[in-house]
């Protein structure tokens, strides 16, 4: 896996992906604090959430369970000193379809934050990880 990151200026940056794709990132600058895409920490939270939801998805798809959709909402503090890493991450699951079984929604996340989400593995080093979920019915609508 291979990536490129181009300074632009002042604290802006464009990341490409191995496979060509970019994104601009940085953190506040100016008088007004702007900034010009997210920080390269939120990046990282972006990151895990894109790895579990991902894992969700394919295993709850795999298991033939009739899913429309899934929303992870993150929640995270990082440590007040340098390096500043993230030490706690809350992951809340959103996950839709049609009579999803709630023991099996269960372990698809349970199955991504411990054994194949590496984001979420890399980051378990130094943060505390947590996870809730809700299965929203649309078979019951």
């Not at 939270?45 to 295993?59: E, K, M, P, R, W």
């Not at 984001?119 to 929203?136: G, N, Q, R, W």
């Amino acid at each position: 896996m291979k990536a490129r990151i181009k300074w632009v200026e002042e604290r802006t940056f464009v990341g490409e992906s191995g496979s060509g794709h970019k994104l601009v990132l940085g953190t506040a600058s100016g008088p007004e604090g702007k900034t010009p895409g997210p920080s390269p920490m939120e990046l990282v939270l972006i990151g895990t959430g894109g790895c579990s939801a991902y894992d969700v998805v394919h295993i709850l798809e795999k298991g033939r369970e009739a899913i429309e959709d899934c929303t992870v909402e993150l929640d995270a503090d990082r440590a007040e000193t340098d390096p500043k890493v993230f030490t706690r991450i809350h992951m809340h699951f959103t996950v839709t379809g049609r009579a999803l079984s709630h023991d099996k929604v269960q372990r698809a996340i349970n199955l991504s934050i411990e054994k194949y989400c590496s984001a979420s593995a890399m980051l378990a080093k130094t943060a505390v990880i947590t996870h809730d979920f809700e299965v929203v019915d649309t078979a019951a609508k």
